[in-house]
């Protein structure tokens, strides 16, 4: 479907994204995911078409999008972080231009633009002036011209950002909804979201791709082996020597006191080597009564957090952010632009063809 290759871009001395390379295969929800800054909506940007890459190859259903473009495009539609409406048109005249600018037959037009307000829920606002819609409906409008001409893969940048907490669940189900029927990219930093809706995610970091796996797989790659948390009634010393007569453990720590008389070791345990029942009996013959023994699960937090490195200079971590939105405001900038021509060049399109019409 989509394959990328050594994909690059650098804006001066910075690299927003630094050779990376994957694959899109059909019906399926990807989670792009990332901390800000880390190059997620520069490689969306790239896939698109929108901006140029410093280096590398994006190939959308067997086409070069540099070498033919126009072909590549066909296949993809695309919801920026910030949707690409124009205001003072209403939410019909807007689709229309859309579905003008997507070459969609005048004949097609109309069926195809009643079928998708209904799908994106905003039938009932379709004679309304986008600007007097609230940011949810926004949002929909804009998923709504990404879904203009039928594509086959759909890109959602950062689709929720703004939304409250009821919007944020209506786009999650037209997110499942459009994964019926398209492949769905969904790039985002909010985990709950990546977990909520993808079946595949790929990690970028520091506009690198640090994994890429399902959510199960990227937890069991980390897991590394098993870890409990183990409460006994007893002094530590004694509980300390009961611990180093298993190798199986490969690591113990002991947290503050929280209760009188009670000592708590963090362990971690190899692989298929559940001690959990010698160690109830061990202890027992020792006087050492266990208090609580709770295994603990990795989350997508823990993989996310240990992967991206979170935990780095913060100085650097801020001057890559305030770099990339200054990239986007120029990108924001040049997006209008161009829109503006495209659409002048439509309009003058128009008046010639009722010129010949009328003639």
Not at 56 to 74: F, M, Q, S, Y
Request: hydrophobic share 35%; with cysteine; glycine share 8%.
């Amino acid at each position: 479907m989509i394959e990328v290759k050594d994909l690059t871009k650098k804006y001066g001395d910075h690299t927003a994204v630094d050779h990376l390379s994957f694959h899109i295969d059909k019906g399926r929800i990807y989670g792009f995911l990332g901390p800000n800054g880390a190059g997620k909506s520069t490689t969306m940007n790239m896939m698109t078409g929108y901006i140029a890459a410093t280096e590398g190859t994006v190939t959308i259903n067997g086409w070069d999008l540099l070498r033919e473009p126009e072909r590549a495009k066909r296949s993809v539609g695309y919801l920026p972080e910030i949707p690409p409406v124009y205001p003072d048109m209403t939410v019909w005249e807007y689709l229309k231009f859309a579905a003008a600018l997507k070459k969609v037959s005048k004949a097609e037009q109309k069926k195809q633009i009643e079928t998708i307000l209904r799908q994106t829920g905003i039938e009932d606002v379709k004679g309304r002036l986008i600007r007097n819609l609230s940011k949810g409906y926004r949002q929909r409008v804009g998923l709504a011209q990404a879904m203009i001409g039928d594509p086959e893969v759909i890109i959602l940048d950062e689709p929720t950002v703004g939304l409250d907490p009821k919007q944020i669940i209506e786009m999650r189900d037209l997110m499942r909804d459009l994964a019926k029927k398209h492949t769905v990219i969904l790039s985002s930093h909010i985990l709950s979201e990546v977990r909520a809706v993808c079946d595949y995610i790929m990690i970028i970091s520091k506009g690198k791709m640090v994994a890429s796996d399902t959510p199960e797989g990227l937890m069991t790659m980390l897991q590394g082996g098993i870890e409990m948390s183990l409460s006994v009634k007893g002094e530590q010393n004694r509980l300390e020597e009961v611990l180093r007569a298993y190798p199986q453990i490969t690591k113990y720590s002991f947290e503050p006191q929280k209760e009188a008389g009670c000592v708590t070791a963090d362990l971690k345990i190899q692989k298929d080597e559940d001690i959990r029942e010698r160690l109830f009996y061990h202890l027992s013959e020792e006087g050492l009564p266990i208090m609580g023994l709770t295994l603990v699960e990795r989350t997508l937090e823990d993989v996310f957090l240990e992967l991206t490195g979170e935990h780095a200079d913060e100085t650097e971590t801020k001057e890559t952010e305030l770099e990339t939105m200054r990239t986007e405001e120029v990108e924001e900038v040049e997006e209008v632009e161009n829109m503006k021509e495209m659409k002048k060049g439509e309009e003058d399109r128009a008046d010639d063809s009722d010129i010949e019409e009328g003639i």
